[in-house]
């Protein structure tokens, strides 16, 4: 599935939630506090959480977003979900388990509303898993499947695929495959695909067409075609790319 009208979009996609200091949803500075520019109630999407309940995760997002100004109201406290997404003024899907994310916005049937309001121009924030969830589908994620989703198929809010908390570490004596062989084998399975790789303290901001990489570092782009596939072609802060 590929985007096709996405001249309304307004999409703030995180690699992170957390700073190096360990601020949670403070590092994008000027960008969060312009995404959400007269936005009054953030819709909240908790799912990704797992080990911690979606209360606490609701709290701590609140308590964090409440330095721009804005309240978070989450899907899981009201009593109608489906109702809360169709009237949000800005939607926020938390990081977490990808698998368990999809999961439960697709039981929710949460998954064609977002989208529909997301594209409509509603502000949409993800970081880590719901960041993943924002491409075409969440294969690309570097979670565990502790759940099952109905399928793969994701937001599609973009056209590439996303790698959050992408990284080139290998370990000494490490002996399987890296970051970069992990998503190179995705394209080549998946040809008419390509991944942008985000590092931590990285991020995509996407106002219309116009998407640019925001934040710290440069980006692998991994794509079939490219000179290399396993290295990507990087892209540097300020780049704009085509999604």
Do not use: C
């Not at 309240?71 to 489906?82: C, F, I, L, N, T």
């Not at 409509?120 to 993800?126: A, D, E, K, Q």
């Not at 040809?191 to 990489?213: A, D, H, K, Q, Y």
């Amino acid at each position: 599935m590929r985007v096709v009208d996405n001249s309304n979009r307004r999409l703030l996609l995180l690699s992170n939630s957390r700073d190096e200091s360990g601020r949670f949803l403070q590092h994008t500075g000027s960008d969060l506090a312009a995404h959400f520019a007269g936005v009054r109630k953030i819709t909240f999407v908790p799912f990704a959480a797992v080990t911690i309940g979606w209360d606490a995760y609701t709290q701590h997002v609140r308590d964090a977003l409440r330095t721009f100004g804005v309240e978070v109201e989450s899907v899981h406290e009201v009593g109608d979900a489906r109702h809360a997404i169709d009237n949000a003024e800005a939607i926020a899907v938390g990081g977490g388990n990808t698998f368990h994310l999809l999961a439960h916005v697709q039981r929710a049937g949460l998954l064609p509303l977002i989208r529909a309001r997301a594209m409509s121009g509603v502000p949409y924030l993800g970081w880590s898993a719901g960041s993943v969830i924002a491409a075409p589908t969440m294969q690309t994620t570097n979670d565990m499947p502790i759940t099952q989703p109905e399928s793969f198929t994701s937001l599609a809010l973009i056209g590439f695929q996303i790698n959050a908390h992408f990284t080139d570490t290998h370990p000494p004596g490490f002996q399987g495959e890296t970051r970069r062989q992990r998503l190179a084998e995705y394209v080549v399975a998946n040809p008419t695909s390509s991944v942008i790789g985000l590092p931590e303290g990285t991020w995509l901001r996407v106002n219309g067409s116009s998407v640019v990489l925001r934040g710290l570092y440069d980006a692998p782009h991994f794509r079939l075609g490219a000179p290399d596939v396993l290295l990507g072609r990087d892209i540097e802060i300020g780049d704009k790319l085509e999604a």
